[in-house]
């Protein structure tokens, strides 16, 4: 079921043959996805509506941080911190990778930009988010008055909004280049086009949502994977695939239509063939997905930008083409600064779209937007606002929260 594999001779030629693939792969697959529809949810914006200032927080936090609950959210951190360390160390091993593109990058230190933790690892890490997650977002300007008692609303506001972030950049990563053959189209194979199932993997995980989260009928989901792939023939043998293998098979679940026995087969073929091209070319597939997690999708929006004008001239007459160049990066970043704040703050977890791509956002800050991009850039990829802007980073952006 694999594409046939390329035999690139140094370490330049597979960089480049590899990102030349995924560019000219998804950027025509992704010329479509738009919001749809309104938000389901409008954010509580911090009462400052602006990024938390750790530098002003600090001392507040240094009274905090010994006592219960935040306790227990700094112990928490900690316990992320190290295993974050133990997933980064350069030189592990990346046999797993052996039918990808990067098998022959001689230098091991480049390996961490895709590197994924154990699943032992993986599942520790969405233990812990979820616990923090949820210790955050219940903390109270009361409860914490009990500790230090002139500390406000705002101030309580920024404190949880500082957590959020903080845990942003403790999360699993996953790259797409490892995903399983699936959702196939035509002659791409899966790990070319499931940048999307893969940054949803993410960001499940960095809300503490694992595949034990999934709600639905689980004989049946091992019964479809069953059909697709014959090797996984029990419930264990879904728990125990990265998540974006198991996203994978319940995205063709959301397709599948109940039948008597004998069309089994053909009515899992017929949705694995009806969803493959919508993963790339619509956004409710998202919202089909998460519902089986406990998650909601509670907003989408688009962000105009020099890169999204660029994508959009490619449909409009002559007569009516946008001008690049009249979207300042200024107005780009204050656009996305106000929108997407609010939604970290609460930890809202958040995908993003360029035109032909998806990915998960870590962070916005003064700096630029920090991504964890499933493709050709691996984890903590940093833009500064003037390329984000010229990219078009948040063509599309969606915020899911547990339900």
Known sequence: RQGKPIDPKTEKDVVATWRGILNSEVKPALAGPVPEGPAAETPVATPVGAQPDAGALAPLLDQLKGQEPVKAIEDIVTSLTEIQANVDSPGADTSKWSKKLWEAIPD???????????????????????????????????????????????QTAQIIGYYHQQLNTLTPFFTQMANMNILHKGKSDAWRRTCNVTSLSMVLLSLGVGADAFNGDKDLLVKIAN?????????????????????????????????????????????????????????????AIVKYFGVNRVH???????????????????????????????????????????????????????????????SI???????????????????????????????????FKKA
Not at 133 to 153: F, H, K, N, W, Y
């Open 227 to 287: 059909h697709l792939e014959p090797s996984i023939n029990s419930w264990d043998n879904l728990m125990a695939l990265r998540m974006p293998d198991f996203v994978q098979f319940v995205a063709v679940l959301t397709e599948y239509k109940d039948g008597p026995d004998e069309g089994f087969g053909t009515r899992v073929d017929a949705a694995r063939d009806t969803v493959a091209p919508k993963v790339s070319t619509t956004l409710n597939i998202f919202t």
């Open 108 to 154: 091991t230190s480049l390996h961490k930009l895709y590197k994924e933790g154990s699943d032992a690892q993986y599942d520790e890490m969405t233990a812990l988010l979820g616990s923090a997650r949820e210790l955050v977002s219940g903390l109270t300007t009361a409860a914490l008055q009990a500790i230090v008692p002139e500390i406000s609303d705002t």
């Open 365 to 399: 800050d003064d700096s630029g937007v920090t991504l964890d991009d499933p493709g050709d850039e691996g984890k903590n990829y940093h833009v500064t606002w003037a390329e984000s802007n010229s990219i078009g980073h948040f063509r599309s952006w969606q915020v």
């Open 300 to 362: 989408s929006g688009e962000i105009d930008s020099k890169g999204t004008a660029k994508r959009k001239n490619e449909d409009l007459p002559a007569d009516k083409q946008l001008d690049p160049e009249s979207f300042k990066t200024e107005t780009f970043k204050a656009d996305v600064m106000r929108d997407v704040t609010p939604w970290i703050n609460q930890g809202g977890q958040i995908v993003v779209n360029r035109p032909g791509h998806y990915l998960r956002l870590q």
